[in-house]
């Protein structure tokens, strides 16, 4: 538990992270952080993450939390790395971890077999940081957060994948992206990706849908922010009028 509660304390000191909108970072300096190629048989190519790596990880032995934190749309993995809220996280005993997904959503894409997301982050990212540095490689030991397309993307894949993730951080997420809305326009190449509304493969890609099908004593810890000015707070109000109707904490 006292894991959970260190990642728990950085999640509430990354609130400042940037929202929706904004152009990827055109520097390729991420120090201290380094950019890593990450092997992805879901994906049958590599994929680029950016690792930051704790100041006392080369003179310790000792094993580290995890956080993988998630880009927003329109960003990349070098979208938090120059921040100096993000440096400042050096200084805590953990590692974070940031992939580049294009603007995925972070799902494996019903429209698109060949672009399994959702398996690159859990299966094949999570293998290899747990293979390349000295993390706590359970659950206590790793949390997923994001912000906007990463924050739902961070609550859809905690959700799901309850069994892997102690925490899950959501900084201004679009929750009614994924709306089970018979309306809804699937013209729209977003769409496409969870499926059509009232499907299994729409339900099972909806943090809606996942917290109230999951037991409440298997949900990973959650953290939720959004600005009371933001577009999606209603959408956040929306969910956490959700969760807490299913008892989650």
């Known amino acids: 538990m006292r894991k959970i509660a260190v990642i728990a304390a950085v999640l509430g000191s990354c609130s400042g992270v940037p929202v929706i909108g904004q152009a990827p ?117 790793r949390t997923v957060a994001g912000v906007s397309m990463g924050a739902w993307g961070a609550m859809m894949l905690g959700l799901k994948h309850h069994q892997l993730f102690g925490a899950i951080g959501s900084f201004s997420a679009p929750f009614g992206i994924s709306r089970q809305d018979p309306n809804m326009d699937m013209t729209s190449r977003t769409q496409q990706r969870f499926g059509a509304p009232a499907t299994p493969e729409r339900l099972e890609r909806d943090p809606g849908t996942l917290a109230s099908t999951i037991p409440v004593e298997s949900v990973p810890l959650p953290y939720l922010a959004c600005g009371n000015q933001d577009i999606f707070v209603a959408d956040n109000r929306r969910f956490v009028e959700r969760v807490t109707g299913s008892k989650i904490p």
């Open 25 to 141: 970072s055109v520097t390729t300096d991420v120090a201290p952080a380094i950019v890593v190629r990450v092997p992805s048989a879901s994906l049958g190519r590599e994929q680029v993450a950016t690792v930051l790596l704790p100041t006392s990880y080369a003179t310790s032995r000792q094993r580290y939390p995890v956080m993988y934190l998630l880009h927003g749309g329109g960003q990349d993995h070098t979208a938090f790395a120059t921040r100096g809220w993000f440096r400042a996280l050096a200084s805590r005993d953990m590692i974070v971890v940031t992939p580049s997904v294009g603007d995925s959503w972070y799902v494996n894409s019903v429209a698109d077999p060949n672009a399994k997301y959702e398996d690159f982050v859990v299966k094949d990212l999570i293998e290899y940081v747990d293979k390349q540095y000295r993390t706590i490689a359970s659950r206590e030991g």
